[in-house]
């Protein structure tokens, strides 16, 4: 079975301030790596994919993350964060096999951005 | 385009009843998961339908069950509920079931925020 380790769960920044998100994941085939973005009271939002090809992936709204194959992560970066990137973020990961699309999460990193 | 659209927002019940929760696709999606969101914690999946067919369960109890209509909306129900079922339940959809790159991409609602006295 596959898992998702998503070691910070509190991230605070200053606004215009770099970020990186970390999320390591646990399988034992390949998968299919997505970040997720929610803002309270609201559901997901996609924020990014790899499925296949370069290893890295631009999302929405600047998001970007790299795939590591080797170290098993898929950590989510922004150069510049606004304020409205405030929000908990959620890695999750999907194996291409089963005949299913299932979604294993993690536990999520709420990002703080603070003026 | 109208995304995933779920009813109701917000259910509050008492322990014991019986709920149903109800989710419409994007328009020309043909699989709808539903996921649990207990407070501070990541979604986790309970089940997948395609093509009005069960494609997943994930680890729940019997007294949850689902199925999809011929238009493709579906229904989740839980019966008996408990305390801990209190939670966001998110429905998401996507193109297919499995085995293109598209069925991959999941679209979520909103969620139904139910709350178990």
């Known amino acids: 079975a596959q898992s998702v380790t998503q070691l910070d769960s509190q991230v605070p920044v200053f606004e215009e301030a770099p970020v990186e998100l970390r999320c390591n994941y646990s399988?034992?085939?390949?998968?299919?790596l997505f970040w997720y973005v929610q803002y309270p009271n609201q559901g997901l939002q996609l924020l990014l994919k790899?499925?296949?090809?370069?290893?890295l992936v631009k999302g929405i709204n600047g998001f970007e993350a790299e795939f590591n194959k080797s170290q098993t992560s898929f950590h989510l970066r922004k150069p510049s964060v606004h304020i409205s990137d405030t929000a908990e973020y959620f890695c999750a990961v999907s194996v291409p096999t089963g005949g299913g699309n299932k979604l294993t999460f993690g536990t999520g990193t709420q990002l703080k951005v603070e003026l | 385009d109208a995304g995933v659209t779920q009813s109701p927002t917000h259910l509050i019940k008492t322990r014991g009843q019986h709920v149903t929760l109800r989710c419409s696709p994007i328009s020309g999606h043909k699989s709808v998961s539903w996921y649990q969101q207990v407070l501070g914690q990541g979604p986790q999946f309970i089940f997948q339908y395609y093509e009005k067919e069960e494609r997943g369960r994930g680890n729940f109890p019997d007294r949850f069950s689902a199925r999809q209509f011929p238009n493709y909306s579906s229904e989740l129900n839980v019966n008996a509920l408990l305390l801990g079922d209190s939670a966001l339940y998110l429905c998401?959809?996507?193109?297919?079931?499995?085995?293109?790159?598209?069925?991959?991409?999941?679209?979520f609602g909103p969620g139904t925020r139910l709350t178990v006295t």
């Open positions: 790899y499925l296949s090809g370069s290893t």
């Open positions: 399988s034992s085939v390949s998968v299919y």
């Open positions: 998401a959809s996507s193109l297919s079931g499995s085995g293109s790159f598209s069925s991959y991409e999941q679209y």
